[in-house]
């Protein structure tokens, strides 16, 4: 016996489970879609050249490895808050940013979540449904309440914003309404400029404070700017909010553990308040953030080539993307007889697209068609390269009909 014969086995990770599977599988033909990260088009793992430019600098630098500060390295929550900003917003301008340097985006959200508890006990998160798995986790594991408001339209394939307004509006006054700052995963389907601001707005109605997911900046447009227009939007009308930031896919920097918590007030004062406690939380959780990913980014985002050649690999990487998109929708056309409009895999951005296949047509993929992916539905476009788009095309017209 053991004293720890209490401990029951805990379930698979949904998302992490894929991968497992996959690479059980001895089928040549098998395909992993359920991978969160990017693929060149011979589907192999892909480190930025700019990376790579950056770490040989660091190398040559023989920079040392003392801890950082609890908050991080401060050239990189500069940069960072820039990045996501503008340099010249005035949020930046007069000091109304609290940021602290995360353990990715994962980390930055958790940090955010302990703050929450801590500081408006109660207080619930509205998340989307469906949204990212790992969400309700870190508002479980956070001790904040949370309840899901309607996004996705099975109907359509698209977004149910009246059910979105409607639940926010009926939430509880003072909720932090978690948004996905562009390329929501797990659907793909973003709110339109129009629908932000009508979202800002019942949002300023309620008293309910923006808590922004960015894990895709630049990854899901190729822009750096196109894709920080929602939170840019909301800190544009004078709102406080939150947001957190991963580096993991738009730098190819996901073992490294690299992102942010920005908190926008509306003083500099409350800001430093607020920051303050945000490293006493950090602290006793892991003490200080690991430097490797921090120095990558401060170093490519404070030289202005190195900037340059990202800004070239983000549009080469959603590039590629977007030709996938394209070719799977026009293989799945010329394919399919029955008359379906499969034109929403078009409006979808990012790395996933929602098939709209439900939990048993997804097990036809995976049994008889060695596609791996998750059970909601959602591919990893990033996944998936020109030459096996035919083949895709087969098995979800195969598992739809
Ligand atoms: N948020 C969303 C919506 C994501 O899709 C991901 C990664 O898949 C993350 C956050 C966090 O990723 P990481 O912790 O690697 O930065």
């Not at 070719?327 to 029955?338: E, I, Q, T, V, Y």
Request: glycine share 8%.
């Amino acid at each position: 016996t053991s004293r720890f014969d209490g401990v029951t086995m805990a379930p698979p990770d949904p998302i992490l489970g894929v991968s497992e599977a996959f690479k059980a599988s001895t089928n040549e033909k098998k395909l992993n879609l359920g991978v969160g990260a990017y693929r060149t088009e011979e589907l192999q793992p892909y480190v930025l050249t700019v990376v790579k430019k950056a770490e040989n600098l660091m190398l040559q630098r023989g920079e040392n490895k003392e801890y950082l500060p609890i908050e991080g390295l401060a050239a990189f929550n500069q940069a960072t808050a820039e990045l996501l900003f503008g340099a010249d917003n005035p949020v930046i301008k007069e000091q109304r940013v609290a940021t602290v340097q995360g353990l990715s985006g994962t980390g930055s959200l958790r940090l955010a979540a302990a703050f929450i508890e801590r500081y408006f006990p109660g207080a619930k998160a509205l998340i989307s449904s469906p949204t990212w798995g790992n969400h309700k986790n870190i508002f479980n594991d956070a001790g904040v309440p949370w309840s899901e408001y309607r996004y996705y339209d099975p109907k359509t394939v698209g977004l149910d914003f009246e059910g979105m307004i409607a639940d926010i509006k009926a939430a509880p006054e003072g909720s932090f309404v978690l948004l996905h700052g562009c390329a929501h995963n797990p659907t793909g389907i973003d709110p339109t400029p129009d629908q932000w601001e009508k979202i800002a707005d019942v949002i300023q109605e309620k008293n309910h404070i923006p808590f922004f997911d960015v894990a895709y900046q630049g990854f899901a447009s190729g822009s750096l700017d196109a894709d920080a227009a929602s939170v840019r939007l909301f800190a544009a009308r004078g709102m406080e909010l939150l947001v957190a930031q991963s580096y993991s896919k738009n730098l190819g920097l996901y073992a490294e553990r690299i992102g942010a918590i920005n908190v926008v007030l509306t003083s500099s004062d409350t800001a430093v308040r607020v920051k303050s406690q945000l490293k006493r939380l950090a602290r006793p959780m892991y003490s200080n953030p690991p430097i490797h990913g921090a120095k990558i980014v401060a170093n490519i985002v404070g030289d202005p080539t190195l900037f340059s050649e990202w800004k070239a690999e983000m549009e080469m990487m959603a590039g590629r993307i977007k030709n996938v998109r394209q070719k799977l929708f026009d293989s799945l056309c010329a394919k399919d007889k029955s008359g379906k409009d499969w034109s929403f895999i078009l409006k979808q951005i990012g790395m996933f697209s929602f098939t709209g296949l439900n939990k048993t047509q997804t097990e036809n993929m995976t049994n008889k068609w060695h596609v791996f992916m998750t059970k909601d539905g959602r591919i990893s476009l990033a996944g998936l390269n020109l030459a096996k788009c035919e083949y895709l095309s087969d098995a979800i017209i195969d598992s739809y009909h």
